[in-house]
């Protein structure tokens, strides 16, 4: 009989990665989860990651499961309307607008907006209570040797762990999908996006809106009030140069600047928080597992911040191989788990990128007709309820 260190080990310890732990930890496997820094869990601190997701209602119900949603629901805002405008004329303002209710095709929310710093502090605050989960910081996974019953994974720290399954959540530059020779196919843009909360006059009325001028989308997410006004995490999407010198500007100019690109939908937008700016890319491996090593999240696919799909993507990702593991758990990590974990998901995956990859390029359109058309075009889609509703359930994730 084979002794291994743990049942499972994930290299990773970001949203997905401690998702993961979770995830498992509370089917009953053994787990240990590293990242090389710990999670920064104050929206003041350096490094706090100051994007924020949307768990649509999949998601929503897999966090339940897992033991997760009791300690999000005080936090999160819940999204009931997808708002998109189209801001492509002339003047910076609004010139086609059209809202996708939930309540159209669901008696609740599309979804339930949260900081990500604070998903971080949550989570692993959750697997501190589960005995069968170790999460280690300040260590990383580096090396990765399989063979048909085990997999021995090196750490930076000199320690070699003996596992049945490694999961690779170790980010768009895995470590563990290198270590395994799974190449990927990516999509450079030419953007970066830039992530930060501000106040606002207006209420958001629980609505999620997305504005199209040219560069890429200008997103407003609902969160809780801040100092008693209302508040919106926003994803602002330019070219890589505009997206430097907005986050170089001084805050009164940067304000300005953000409440002509909102359109001035909200009245006067005020920062409140610091300015994260990172790469916007597609990317997706060109298979998602290897032997004895299972890819999800960014380690399996990167999209561009458009309808709540990234980290979602993912939990649906750690949702199947979780099914698949407690199905047959005597047969965790073989080879004909990891094949119909690859063959559940990869075409799901490939769908979605390619869809968000043409949304995306169609969202940094500048020629003045191309914009027109994009106008039309949002308009012709809105109009058709049937098509309406089915992109709705496409984007929640209902319709495979």
């Known amino acids: 009989m084979q002794s291994f260190d743990h049942d499972i080990v994930v290299s990773g310890g970001g949203i997905a990665g401690l998702a993961a732990a979770a995830a498992f930890g509370q089917a009953g496997f053994s787990v240990l989860c590293v990242d090389p820094a710990p999670p920064v869990t104050d929206r003041a601190a350096e490094g706090a990651d100051m994007r924020s997701t949307a768990f649509l209602q999949p998601s929503q119900a897999l966090l339940a499961e897992i033991g997760l949603w009791d300690r999000l629901a005080a936090h999160a805002t819940p999204l009931q309307t997808m708002r998109i405008v189209d801001a492509g004329g002339e003047a910076p303002e609004p010139r086609v607008t059209r809202d996708f209710d939930a309540a159209d095709i669901s008696d609740k929310p599309f979804g339930w907006n949260l900081p990500n710093w604070l998903l971080r502090r949550e989570f692993a605050a959750h697997l501190d209570a589960l005995p069968d989960v170790e999460f280690r910081t300040g260590t990383a996974a580096q090396r990765l040797f399989t063979r048909e019953s085990e997999a021995r994974?090196?750490?930076?720290?000199?320690?070699?762990?003996?596992?049945?399954?490694?999961?690779?959540?170790?980010?768009?530059?895995?470590?563990?999908?290198?270590?395994?020779?799974?190449?990927?196919?990516?999509?450079?843009?030419?953007?970066?996006?830039?992530?930060?909360?501000?106040?606002?006059?207006?209420?958001?009325?629980?609505?999620?809106t997305e504005i199209h001028r040219t560069g890429g989308p200008f997103t407003l997410v609902p969160l809780p009030d801040h100092d008693g006004r209302p508040s919106s995490a926003i994803v602002w999407m330019e070219t890589g140069p505009r997206a430097d010198a907005l986050a170089a500007m001084d805050v009164s100019d940067f304000e300005d600047a953000m409440t002509e690109r909102s359109a001035g939908l909200f009245g006067p937008l005020r920062l409140v928080t610091r300015r994260a700016v990172w790469p916007i890319i597609a990317q997706e491996a060109t298979r998602l597992s290897a032997q004895r090593l299972a890819l999800v999240a960014e380690a399996a696919h990167v999209v561009?911040?458009?309808?709540?799909?990234?980290?979602?993507?993912?939990?649906?990702?750690?949702?199947?191989?979780?099914?698949?593991?407690?199905?047959?758990?005597?047969?965790?990590?073989?080879?004909?788990?990891?094949?119909a974990y690859h063959d559940a998901r990869i075409g799901d995956i490939r769908t979605r990128v390619a869809g968000i990859t043409a949304l995306n390029r169609i969202s940094m359109l500048s020629p003045q007709p191309l914009r027109d058309l994009r106008a039309q075009g949002l308009d012709a889609l809105y109009s058709v309820a049937p098509v309406r509703r089915t992109l709705m359930q496409l984007g929640l994730g209902a319709r495979d």
């Open 304 to 339: 561009p911040p458009i309808g709540a799909q990234g980290l979602n993507m993912s939990l649906k990702d750690i949702a199947t191989l979780r099914d698949l593991a407690v199905a047959a758990p005597e047969r965790l990590g073989d080879c004909a788990m990891l094949d």
């Open 153 to 208: 994974v090196g750490l930076d720290d000199g320690t070699r762990i003996r596992a049945r399954l490694v999961i690779a959540a170790d980010g768009r530059n895995s470590a563990m999908r290198q270590a395994a020779g799974i190449d990927v196919r990516t999509t450079r843009f030419g953007q970066k996006a830039l992530a930060f909360a501000v106040t606002h006059d207006a209420p958001h009325g629980n609505v999620s």
